[in-house]
């Protein structure tokens, strides 16, 4: 199992301290959300990194930011160490070469009046030049294969609205691969598919993990799907990271009290944001987010430690981090004790995805 000290290679792809605010609208408004807070991250070849939270914690924020699609508030992206800020639309576009993003919803993201050929011609040509003839046509057979749609012939001349909608994610991953990408950024890709078909897609996901040795960031609010995907699971709550490690420890062991309560609780998010919402009050405003430890309006445990400061992201075992001053030295740290107690059991579910 991996873990940040046995890392094999310098990251393809990093996230320092990224933060993003977005100004409320409203006239002479100064106040801002804040979507992102002080965020590292690291993805590296051939691992996937998995980013999980309840809605609005600022997981898609993550992601296009690390497209590029919008400018960060402060921080820094690095692309095999160096500033990738692209200036200009031709450093965009390398950079979009390199660094590809796939959407929750398939259906909106492939165009309905163009055939697969035509959305895959078209990502080819825009990241590998005008291809034609017999080249063009063993591109198209190539990706499609890559994502597993054979016999190929049958699928290249469809419109996305004769295909299922795993069928047409599996062209939207196809689409992105024709860049060759170093980095697959993906929001949501299995949630708004059928039960029984999210196992291909992931497996898919792994497949080009391993194959292709691409680095993935997998978003979900699915933590189970993240322990059967992803290399590393980073948690995060109201913008900020709380807790980072190898997908195995993270959920098994959980360690920040809000993961805890992720994990154990309940598997369904809506379930468990009804839940700690009943038991603790609203989840907290990104305007006026809570000082100190931004969970500490619904943590069972909070000390006023906890509500005058930020609790850094500590080691808390081998690869792992935790922020939480429960694990600190500090006076007037709070006592961990059992979430469970606090909140109400749950039965675990175990399977993740089938
Ligand atoms: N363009 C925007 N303008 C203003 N606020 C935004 C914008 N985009 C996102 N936000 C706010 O930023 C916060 C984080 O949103 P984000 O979409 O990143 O959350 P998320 O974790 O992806 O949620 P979900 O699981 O529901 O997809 C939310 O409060 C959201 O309302
Ligand atoms: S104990 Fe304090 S620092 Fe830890 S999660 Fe609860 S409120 Fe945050
Ligand atoms: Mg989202």
Known sequence: MSNEAHEPESPVLQAVRLSKHFPVRGIRSKDVVHAVDDVDLELHRGRVVALVGESGSGKSTIARLLAQLMPPTSGTILLH???????????????????????QDPFGSLNPVHTVRYTLTRSLRIHRGRLRGHELEAALD????????RPTERYVDKYPHELSGGQRQRVAIARALAANPEVLLADEPISMLDVSIRLGILNLLKDLRDRLRIAILYITHDIASARYFADRTMVMYAGRVVETGDSESVTQDPRHP???????????????????????????????PPSGCRFNPRCPFATDLCRAEV??????????????????????????????????ERPTVEEPVA
């Open 311 to 344: 609790p850094p992201l500590e080691t808390v075992g081998e690869g792992r981090k935790a922020a939480c001053w429960g694990y600190s030295d500090r006076d007037g740290r709070p006592e961990l004790g059992s979430v469970l107690e606090a909140f109400g």
């Open 142 to 149: 190539e990706l499609l294969d890559r994502v597993q749609l």
């Open 258 to 288: 809000y993961t805890q309560l992720l994990i154990r609780s309940a598997p369904d998010p809506d379930d468990l944001e009804a839940r700690a919402h009943g038991a603790r009050g609203e989840a907290p405003s990104l305007v006026r």
């Open 81 to 103: 160490g160096s500033d990738a800020t692209a200036r200009g639309r031709r450093a965009f576009r390398r950079y979009v070469g390199r660094v590809q993003m796939i959407f």
